[in-house]
């Protein structure tokens, strides 16, 4: 079968900006594709061609097959959206809010009630169903609009930070009904995140964006494959500078790379146990104090860190309207 996503050499500038650069990949019906990237990487921008709020300088973008500069009703049909930041009403109730989506696809009353009622049933939301929407909980309103974004059936829902902000209950209740709908709905799912463990329990496969380009896409398990170390050591010390600490333990043979992020050495390895000793011993030869070391398994962090040299952090993650975006970065020249 084709693609739920087809995105070909799409580029998207604003003056001599490029936001995205030249980007290319496809979403299978059925999977779950996560867009991992730092604010200004051009997620955002991404998910506003596909969801018809943007048109790409050059390029093309199709849902289900369907273009979306030319045929960007039959794109919005295709698609549920759910934006990092709350939109359902407050001064309504849950059905309501739920009543007035499916009335905007045109959906038959019949129809639309017992959609509504199959939906808050799966998030666990039938009862509140009468009650205003101001006497939510964080979690119950994240529960309500991702079943908004399912009332009309889409085959693709677009997920924008789909957790961020909730507590870590909330959170595994919202990765489980995704899981579900995903499962009873053959439903496709691109979402992006900034939590990486996010991302390792719900993706089939992982692209990392970075100033527009993607440096990196494979499974969770292909992408960490690709980084030949296993461990990475951690390690906070003082009296020395940074970038001469980083200097001394590359000249370890068993060091892959070495870097320092927000006081800590972060060390690649091949067996952090038997490298530890080395480690500290290097440090402590230019007169360093090492006050801790951690030793880490590999993680989805560390294949992020590898392709662009920094770590996500998870106060990037910012709230921003998914209608206006995030922005150009400053070091973009705005």
């Known amino acids: 079968m084709p693609p739920s996503v087809e995105i070909s050499n799409l580029i998207k500038k604003y003056g001599t900006l490029a936001a995205l650069n030249d980007v ?45 500069v030319k045929e960007q009703n039959a794109v919005r049909k295709a698609i549920g959206v759910v934006p990092q930041a709350m939109t ?21 009353k019949k129809e639309r009630t017992e959609r509504i009622d199959y939906l808050l049933g799966m998030v666990g939301l039938k009862e509140r169903a009468k009650e205003l929407v101001a006497t939510y909980s964080g979690g119950m309103r994240r529960r309500l609009e991702i079943a908004r974004g399912l009332i009309h059936k889409p085959a693709l829902l677009i997920l924008d930070e789909p957790t961020i902000g909730l507590d870590p209950q909330s959170r595994h209740v919202v990765w489980e009904l995704l899981q579900r709908f995903r499962k009873e709905d053959r439903l496709t799912i691109l979402l992006t ?20 380009k993607i440096v990196a896409m494979d499974t969770v398990a292909g ?31 068993s060091v892959h790379t070495a870097v320092t992020t ?10 952090g146990a ?4 080395a480690l ?16 880490k398994q590999q993680t989805l962090e ?24 995030a922005g150009v970065p400053s070091k973009w020249g705005r």
């Open 24 to 68: 290319s990949f496809g979403i299978a019906e059925g999977e779950t594709f996560g867009l991992l990237g730092p604010n200004g990487a051009g997620k955002t921008t991404l998910i506003r061609i596909l969801s018809t709020l943007i048109k790409p300088t050059s390029g093309a973008a199709k849902v289900m097959g369907f273009d979306c």
């Open 88 to 108: 359902s009403d407050m001064d309504l109730t849950g059905y309501e809010n739920m009543d007035i989506y499916g009335r905007f696809y045109d959906m038959p």
């Open 193 to 212: 995140t900034h939590y990486m463990d996010e991302a390792e329990i719900l993706c089939d496969r992982v692209a990392i964006i970075d100033y527009g």
């Open 223 to 253: 992408l960490k494959k690709q980084i030949l170390q296993k461990d990475v050591v951690e390690l906070t010390f003082s009296g020395v500078d940074a970038d001469k600490a980083v200097e001394e333990v590359k000249a370890i043979p």
């Open 262 to 271: 927000d006081g800590i050495l972060r060390v690649s390895v091949d067996n």
């Open 274 to 277: 038997q490298a530890i000793p």
């Open 280 to 295: 500290i011993s290097g440090l402590e030869r230019l007169g360093a104090k090492v006050a801790s070391v951690t030793l």
């Open 302 to 325: 560390d294949v992020f860190i590898h392709f662009t040299g920094r770590p996500i952090r998870e106060e990037e993650a910012k709230k921003v309207s998914f209608f206006i975006g």
